[in-house]
């Protein structure tokens, strides 16, 4: 989410790739002040390029919570983009599937589990994220079969991810 606010605040980044933000403060009382909302308000803001990745096996918490509830997840900031964009859901992930420690305690516990192998889904979102901006910050084209070509460059692995794009992406 930091790096959306940041674009959506600061014309010095060429390119955002968001790793399943959520548009919402902690899960306890928060100052709004201090967490603003990006999707949809700041939305139009952004002129380059995003990549969005996320999940939605967090649409409800194990505490009655989500981790990354529908109304605030991913999907929404893809819905906002009006710059070019893509979505990437990486199915069967939870929000806990990024970090590289999920080993966080009682707070990572709120979250529901995935049926993903965590470690497949950190390493298929960081090739994505080095061709995303391969491809936007470098203009190496080639790299763009990671969006086009998926299945002959992971095989095996097509049926774990689903994209979409818009705006020319």
Sequence with gaps: KISLLLAATDERPDAVFA???VDAGPPF???PDEYPSVAPELMPNITVPLGIVGETTNKTGGFGGACAPEEDN???YYKAATSPAIEIDMLGANHM????NPNCGFACSACPAGTDDPVLTRKLTQRMMIAFFEVQLKGDTLMNQWFTDWENLE???FSLV???SKNGF
């Excluded at 599937?97 to 590289?100: A, M």
């Design 155 to 157: 095989p095996g692995t």
């Design 74 to 76: 991913f999907q929404q």
């Design 19 to 21: 790793i399943d933000p």
């Design 29 to 31: 009382a928060f100052n």
């Design 162 to 164: 689903s994209m979409q």
């Design 97 to 100: 599937s990024f970090l590289d």
